[in-house]
T-cell receptor, first 113, second 112 residues
């Protein structure tokens, strides 16, 4: 069964450094999302992406965050200058249609020191 | 603002002991309600989508139902391998572009 693949599985970074989290979507999916889950808290929406544009973003997704699909396959989340509070599990999700089920990857655990 | 509340926070069952998990929601124009299963260290795994009140979906020992204010996930004769965190999420219509709003989850433990 096709699946969403995320790399790396774990990223440890010094505060203030840039990180890029990568996702390979399911091949026929057109809608892409990033969510995050801080330890012990709910899964939170960050951003949705369709047709090479951001469709919707949450208040968490400030100017330090960006997304792109640089080569038509990978979907990336960049955090420009990481903060301690960015430590969380980041999940990529993809879907065939905007109201179709979203399928999640196994996440990248981001630890900011 | 869309809100999702799940109860109980944790549920311990003996193998074969049936029960239900609850998901209460407030959303402006529900487009869909989704149930996911999450194992430790993994991403949410899609189980069901419900789109309108009265709808029911079944898969093996699981059955999901939907009313205008809540959804239930019924687990019949559970097995230890059903142990996981079960997440409920809603998707609003209108100007939403697919954003899911999640509840905090119910941690289910099934003892042999």
């Amino acid at each position: 069964e096709p699946e969403v693949t995320q790399t790396p599985s774990h990223q440890v970074t010094q505060m203030g450094q840039e990180v890029i989290l990568r996702c390979v979507p399911i091949s026929n999916h057109l809608y892409f999302y990033w969510y995050r889950q801080i330890l012990g808290q709910k899964v939170e929406f960050l951003v949705s992406f369709y047709n090479n544009e951001i469709s919707e973003k949450s208040e968490i997704f400030d100017d330090q965050f960006s997304v792109e699909r640089p080569d038509g396959s990978n979907f990336t989340l960049k955090i420009r200058s990481t903060k301690l509070e960015d430590s969380a599990m980041y999940f990529c999700a993809t879907g065939q249609g905007v109201y179709q089920p979203q399928h999640f990857g196994d996440g990248t655990r981001l630890s900011i020191l | 603002e869309d809100q999702v509340t799940q109860s109980p926070e944790a549920l311990r069952l003996q193998e074969g002991e049936s029960s239900s998990l609850n998901c209460s929601y407030t959303v402006s124009g529900l487009r869909g309600l989704f149930w996911y299963r999450q194992d430790p260290g993994k991403g949410p795994e899609f189980l069901f989508t419900l789109y309108s009140a009265g709808e029911e979906k079944e898969k093996e020992r699981l059955k999901a139902t939907l009313t205008k204010k809540e959804s239930f996930l019924h687990i019949t004769a559970p097995k230890p391998e059903d142990s996981a965190t079960y997440l409920c999420a809603v998707q609003a219509g209108g100007t939403s572009y697919g954003k899911l709003t999640f509840g905090q989850g119910t941690i289910l433990t099934v003892h042999p």
